[in-house]
């Protein structure tokens, strides 16, 4: 099975099904169950990017979120999702890119599996 890369918080949102698009600056074909791999990196928590987010959450997921915020792994596939479609323009109030990738049937790991990130989709390494 491949993976993807995203930065956190955005791949917790997705394994959680809060967030229903992933947005990328190039599109795909792809479609199926990928590996979600949370990034080393981070996404800068400014006032504006917490706005965002919890603008688009209901108050059950924002309080969940905020409690899972200082726990997120990084640097590890964390779960899966089915890439369902590409798309240019998207009625999603997450959709902001030049692509939107749809997902459907997320599902977040218990435990995490290490595992080094690549750009694009890659064939994760385990051992």
């Given at each position: 099975?491949k993976?993807?890369?995203?930065?956190?918080?955005w791949?917790w949102l997705?394994?959680?099904?809060f967030?229903?698009?992933?947005?990328?600056?190039?599109?795909?074909?792809?479609?199926?169950?990928?590996?979600?791999?949370?990034?080393?990196?981070?996404t800068d928590?400014?006032?504006?990017?917490?706005a965002f987010?919890?603008?688009?959450l209901?108050?059950?997921q924002?309080?969940?979120f905020?409690?899972?915020y200082?726990r997120?792994?990084f640097g590890?596939?964390?779960?899966?999702?089915?890439i369902?479609g590409?798309?240019?323009?998207h009625?999603?109030?997450w959709f902001?890119?030049?692509?939107g990738f749809?997902?459907?049937?997320?599902?977040l790991y218990?435990?995490?599996?290490?595992?080094?990130?690549?750009?694009n989709f890659?064939?994760?390494?385990?051992g």
């Amino acid at each position: 099975m491949k993976a993807l890369s995203f930065k956190q918080p955005w791949a917790w949102l997705m394994c959680k099904g809060f967030k229903d698009i992933e947005n990328r600056n190039w599109s795909t074909k792809f479609r199926g169950r990928i590996y979600v791999h949370a990034s080393k990196s981070k996404t800068d928590m400014d006032k504006e990017t917490l706005a965002f987010i919890l603008k688009r959450l209901t108050n059950r997921q924002a309080s969940e979120f905020m409690l899972a915020y200082t726990r997120l792994t990084f640097g590890a596939i964390i779960g899966e999702l089915n890439i369902t479609g590409c798309m240019d323009l998207h009625p999603s109030t997450w959709f902001f890119g030049k692509y939107g990738f749809t997902v459907s049937n997320p599902y977040l790991y218990e435990i995490p599996i290490p595992c080094k990130g690549m750009l694009n989709f890659f064939e994760p390494n385990f051992g």
